[in-house]
């Protein structure tokens, strides 16, 4: 079974640049999530998608952050302008239902430098 | 803010078994205790989760206090591809829809030696 897909695996940009990073969940699975996680920290969510409609975005950014999930599979996150402290590694995560009861598969994620 | 406190650091033998405790005092009735793993450079790994009873599976047991206020995760024969950061999170919500989540502290960083 193929995992969650990530792409770029590495992003440098300058901030006040822009940059969006694409997931590709496992096959079936309806629920998305997009994690920020700051050099030694645990990953902190940013969004989740059941399908394509969202569900808690209580932690995103919303100035600068946005998310959007098309025909409820991929998805992709962006970030304009990017600032110093938006330098993270960004998560996707799957699950077939909500958090609640099941497991969630993680990508390797997107290591962003804003400089 | 993570409802669960673990010890920043552990070391363990190779062959030997790992116990990471974890602290969640204020844990509600109806939440979930779970367990990911963070190998360096890689997305987290689920490993177990649990509410009341002790749980097991292919990779772990989870033993959770009669009080619930305090769980220990176990690797009984940890190896070297074990040495990871293990994250104890509590599942905050409490409907039965999609408000629930997991809200992540800093986990603890082990090491298995040889």
């Known amino acids: 079974e193929a995992g969650v897909a990530q792409s770029p695996r590495y992003k440098i940009i300058e901030k006040r640049q822009s940059v969006a990073f694409w997931c590709n969940p496992i096959?079936?699975?309806?629920?998305l999530y997009w994690y920020q996680q700051i050099l030694g920290q645990g990953p902190k969510l940013l969004i989740q998608f059941q399908n394509n409609g969202v569900v808690d975005d209580s932690q995103l950014p919303k100035d600068r952050f946005s998310a959007e999930r098309l025909k409820g599979v991929d998805s992709t996150l962006k970030i304009q302008p990017a600032k110093l402290e938006d330098s993270a590694v960004y998560l996707c995560a799957s699950s077939t239902r909500g958090v609640g009861n099941t497991e969630a598969f993680f990508g390797q994620g997107t290591r962003l430098t804003v400089v | 803010d993570a409802k669960t406190t673990q010890p920043t650091s552990m070391d363990c033998a190779e062959g030997r078994a790992a116990n990471l405790p974890c602290n969640h005092s204020?844990?509600?009735?109806?939440?979930?205790v779970y367990w990911y793993r963070q190998i360096h450079s890689q997305g987290p790994q689920y490993i177990i989760h649990g509410l009341k009873n002790n749980e097991t599976n292919e990779m772990a047991s989870l033993i959770i206090t009669e009080d619930r206020k305090s769980s220990t995760l176990i690797l009984p024969h940890a190896t070297l591809r074990d040495t990871a950061v293990y994250y104890c999170?509590?599942?905050?919500?409490?409907?039965?829809?999609?408000?629930?989540?997991?809200?992540w502290g800093l986990g603890t960083s082990l090491a298995v030696n040889p």
């Open positions: 999170i509590v599942r905050v919500g409490f409907n039965a829809g999609n408000n629930r989540k997991l809200i």
């Open positions: 096959s079936g699975h309806a629920t």
């Open positions: 204020t844990i509600s009735g109806n939440e979930y």
